[in-house]
Nanobody, 120 residues
Framework: QVQLVESGGGLVQPGGSLRLSCAAS????????MGWYRQAPGKQRELVAS???????YYTSSVKGRFTISRDNAKNTAYLQMNSLKPEDTAVYYC??????????????WGQGTQVTVSS
């Protein structure tokens, strides 16, 4: 079993920055994909950014140039650096990882979510 623990959310003023972290623990052979999603009230969950070994990173258009996703494979941790935050970035942010077992099977795991509020 794999557990994901997120941290780094909070309240920030427009134009400010936050850094989210997501650490995975448990039975992990390798992590194929690390991604960040968000869900604002009344809206569907959307993919914000993802990072896969050997593949260009993905960003949704609204965060390009402002957010940076990174990963530390040694620590099984994903990061999301969020700069120039806007009120429309307000949402619950979820980490998702696609974890490969020693038998080569991929399984999806989600974090518990962390609230990001951008407001003056």
């Amino acid at each position: 079993q794999v557990q994901l623990v997120e941290s780094g959310g909070g309240l920030v003023q427009p134009g400010g920055s936050l850094r989210l972290s997501c650490a995975a623990s448990g039975t992990i052979f390798s992590i194929y994909v690390m991604g960040w999603y968000r869900q604002a009230p009344g809206k569907q969950r959307e993919l914000v950014a993802s990072i896969t070994n050997g593949v260009p990173t993905y960003y949704t258009s609204s965060v390009k140039g402002r957010f940076t996703i990174s990963r530390d494979n040694a620590k099984n941790t994903a990061y999301l650096q969020m700069n120039s935050l806007k009120p429309e970035d307000t949402a619950v942010y979820y980490c998702k990882m696609v974890v490969t077992s020693r038998w080569g099977k991929n399984n999806d795991y989600w974090g518990q979510g962390t609230q990001v509020t951008v407001s003056s």
